[in-house]
């Protein structure tokens, strides 16, 4: 079992940046596939963000690419998600997941955070 814990979500202009943190308890992190969801009202959840196990392999859709950058630290049990230049199109619930498949569908991740509101003013 593990448990996953967002933090850092909140209310930024247009323009700003954010660090969203994910803390895992419960055992091997490590070998654990990571990943970053959102989900806007009245929208389907989305996939933001994934990192494989060590690290060394991140993977971006395309509405993010080159604003966000995924992260993880495996000695802290703990999986960052750093987001600049955010626009209100990226006013969602952000979710982090864990899984075994390094893979962009939400329905191949077991486990899930609670949610932590990101809210981008124009």
């Known amino acids: 079992q593990v448990q996953l814990v967002e933090s850092g979500g909140g209310l930024v202009q247009a323009g700003g940046s954010l660090r969203l943190s994910c803390a895992a308890s419960?055992?091997?992190?490590?070998?654990?596939?990571m990943g970053w969801f959102r989900q806007a009202p009245g929208k389907e959840r989305e996939f933001v963000a994934r990192i494989h196990r060590s690290g060394d392999i991140t993977g971006y859709a395309d509405s993010v690419q080159g604003r966000f950058t995924i992260s993880r630290d495996n000695a802290k049990n703990t999986v960052y998600l750093q987001m600049s230049t955010l626009q209100p199109e990226d006013t969602a619930v952000y979710y982090c997941?864990?899984?075994?498949?390094?893979?962009?569908?939400?329905?191949?991740?077991?486990?899930w955070g609670q949610g932590t509101q990101v809210t981008v003013s124009s």
């Open positions: 997941a864990s899984g075994t498949i390094y893979s962009i569908l939400p329905a191949l991740y077991t486990y």
């Open positions: 419960g055992r091997s992190f490590a070998n654990y596939v």
